[in-house]
């Protein structure tokens, strides 16, 4: 049943030059929202689902992080030549392949779906894309006792998030999602794991942020998170 919608997907992709474009404006339509937004698969679901190929989609993406077994070497070889349209399923292949690092770096830098991010964390990869899973883990997320992962395992993904986060590309992005880190999962996270050593540019980057962050907080009357200046401050050893 996988192979019957992957391979109607990528013969769409092949003939229907169009559906790369659909796909491509639909990423970067979703790279313009503001945090708090919904995630990604949210996203396509609420405003593409009317359409077969995007209908199909979902349901590979349903099939594909289900318990249905299937060889997942041979689907990333037929997905990887798209890795750069297709991302969401090699986020999914990634975690199946316990590729977590690079799972969350596609989600970070290629996504910008932070939420799923914090999720793959605590719920683990696999489920993350699938959208009752998600609507399960928004209601599991109010309850901190709920996990279905252990907290070690959790902290390592928080670990490696941590370090997505940091090298976002925009600056906005990299101090309100490090900060929201901290302030939420900051008992998971060791400064330690991203501590040593210090790019030789961070110093330097931490002192322009702070300066503009305390400035705008004076200007705004806004207060500037605390997480961001001690994480900040321990990393660079401060």
């Known amino acids: 049943m996988i192979?019957?919608?992957l391979d109607k997907i990528l013969v769409d992709l092949d003939n229907i030059p169009e559906l790369i474009e659909s796909v491509q404006l639909a990423t970067?339509?979703?790279h313009t929202f503001s945090s708090p937004k919904p995630t990604y698969i949210e996203f396509i679901a609420s405003n593409l689902s009317t359409d077969e190929w995007w209908r199909n989609r979902l349901l590979l993406l349903e099939f594909l992080t289900g318990d249905t077994g299937y060889d997942v070497n041979t689907v990333f070889?037929?997905?990887n030549p798209w890795?750069?349209?297709l991302i969401p399923e090699m986020i999914i292949l990634h975690s199946r392949m316990d590729q977590h690092e690079n799972a969350l770096k596609l989600l970070c830098h290629s996504l910008n779906d932070?939420?799923?991010?914090?999720?793959?964390?605590?719920f683990g990869g696999v489920a993350t894309f699938q959208l009752?899973?998600?609507k399960q883990q928004k209601r599991q997320q109010q309850h901190s006792s709920v996990r279905t992962i252990d907290r070690d395992q959790q902290s390592v993904l928080f670990n490696t998030l941590l370090v997505e986060f940091l090298n976002l590309d925009k600056g906005e992005d990299r101090i309100e999602q490090t900060s929201s880190l901290l302030e939420r999962f900051?008992?998971?996270l060791d400064v330690g794991h991203v501590s040593p050593p210090p790019p030789p540019f961070f110093l330097s980057l931490y002192?322009?942020?702070s300066s503009i962050l305390e400035a705008m907080a004076i200007e705004t009357q806004t207060d500037i998170p605390e997480s961001f200046f001690f994480f900040f401050r321990m990393y660079v050893g401060t």
Do not use: A, M, N, P
């Not at 932070?114 to 605590?122: D, N, Q």
């Open 207 to 209: 002192l322009f942020y």
């Open 114 to 122: 932070f939420e799923t991010s914090i999720r793959y964390c605590l």
């Open 28 to 30: 970067d339509t979703y």
């Open 186 to 188: 900051g008992g998971w």
């Open 83 to 85: 890795k750069t349209v």
């Open 77 to 79: 070889q037929k997905i």
């Open 3 to 5: 192979f019957l919608f």
């Open 132 to 134: 009752h899973q998600q």
